[in-house]
């Protein structure tokens, strides 16, 4: 097997195209068969453990959340050997409890996207993988204790809508959502969840709330410069919660479900599955075939 290059990657969302705190960086381009993703990935050190920063919507911010190739992004960050993935991304409020600046530590997932490819499935092979529980607990409990050491809100569980945009939300939606207790809104994570699940990478997001999306009476509707402000404010306090949450991760995710998440979902018969289809998949599947 190649060397692992990196044990933790850091997906950085709107705001966070940059991780100053990373030493001994290099740049280096990543190629999948699923395209290119997002960005080059700056590997380096931070608090001993090796990373892997990858900017969600490319340095400068130049992809839309239906553009990203989600597929391609999980696929280079399994390549490098990495085990986890610690995701930061800015999210509306749908409650009046989680402010903006709080953080939140989503367990749940509702989707209302329509766009996207969040498998690596097809092409002859079909699979099937268990995600009751999307978001890996090993890695929201680090998450949680790095709020606790930088001594910021860190809220652990809430429901996260992930819905298509780019437009923020109409009221009766955002009122919906809330009907059904939702807790936060953003654009990105749950395809993320899906495949790092297919992955066997252990996945959850630091959720910085920016806004209120527009059900508050009395607080402006939800714009991007409201966005941006808060994260601003925010960055700092979100690269101390990063580097507490890698301090708390363990050394390998084996001892997590996430781990062999692949170990009953294939249903396709061995025979039958396409030479490239199963070329394309090594990365995953060689490990369940001696
Ligand atoms: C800039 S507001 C909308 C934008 O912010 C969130 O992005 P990310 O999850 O990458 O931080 C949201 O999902 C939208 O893409
Ligand atoms: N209100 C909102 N809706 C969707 N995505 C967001 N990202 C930040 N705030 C958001």
């Known amino acids: 097997m190649a060397q692992q290059q990196a044990e933790i990657g850091i997906i950085g969302g709107s705001g966070l195209y940059n991780m100053p705190g990373l030493t001994d960086t290099t740049e280096i381009t990543v190629d999948t068969p699923f395209g290119a993703p997002s960005e080059t990935i700056v590997l380096g050190t931070l608090e001993g453990r090796k990373v892997a920063f990858?900017?969600?919507?490319?340095?400068?911010?130049?992809?839309?959340?239906?553009?990203?190739?989600?597929?391609?992004?999980?696929?280079?960050?399994?390549?490098?050997?990495?085990?986890?993935?610690?995701?930061?991304?800015?999210?509306?409020?749908?409650?009046?409890e989680h402010k903006p600046t709080d953080f939140v530590i989503p367990d749940q997932f509702i989707d209302r996207t329509f766009a996207r490819n969040a498998t690596f499935f097809g092409d002859g092979i079909v699979g099937h993988v268990a995600f009751g529980d999307p978001v890996c607990a090993v890695a929201a409990k680090a998450f949680k204790q790095g709020c606790d050491d930088a001594g910021v809100v860190g809220k652990l569980g809430g429901t996260y809508v992930n819905m298509e945009g780019p437009q923020f939300s109409t009221r009766a939606?955002?009122?919906?959502?809330?009907?059904?207790?939702?807790?936060?809104?953003?654009?990105?994570?749950?395809?993320?969840?899906?495949?790092?699940?297919?992955?066997?990478?252990?996945?959850?997001?630091?959720?910085?709330?920016t806004d209120y999306d527009c059900w508050y009476e009395g607080h402006d509707d939800v714009t991007v410069d409201q966005v941006i402000k808060v994260i601003h404010e925010n960055t700092a306090n979100a690269q101390r919660v990063l580097a507490g949450a890698i301090r708390a991760l363990p050394k390998s995710n084996s001892d997590t479900p996430c781990a062999s998440a692949l170990k009953y979902a294939i249903m396709t018969d061995k025979k039958l599955i396409p030479a490239a289809t199963r070329e394309k998949l090594a990365i995953f599947l060689d490990k369940y075939e001696g």
């Open 173 to 209: 939606e955002s009122n919906l959502y809330r009907s059904w207790g939702a807790d936060v809104i953003g654009m990105t994570n749950l395809q993320e969840a899906k495949l790092a699940r297919e992955a066997e990478i252990s996945y959850a997001t630091l959720a910085m709330v």
């Open 54 to 96: 990858l900017a969600r919507h490319g340095r400068g911010h130049r992809i839309l959340p239906s553009e990203l190739n989600f597929r391609a992004n999980i696929y280079a960050m399994k390549s490098l050997g990495v085990e986890f993935i610690l995701s930061i991304s800015a999210v509306g409020s749908l409650k009046a």
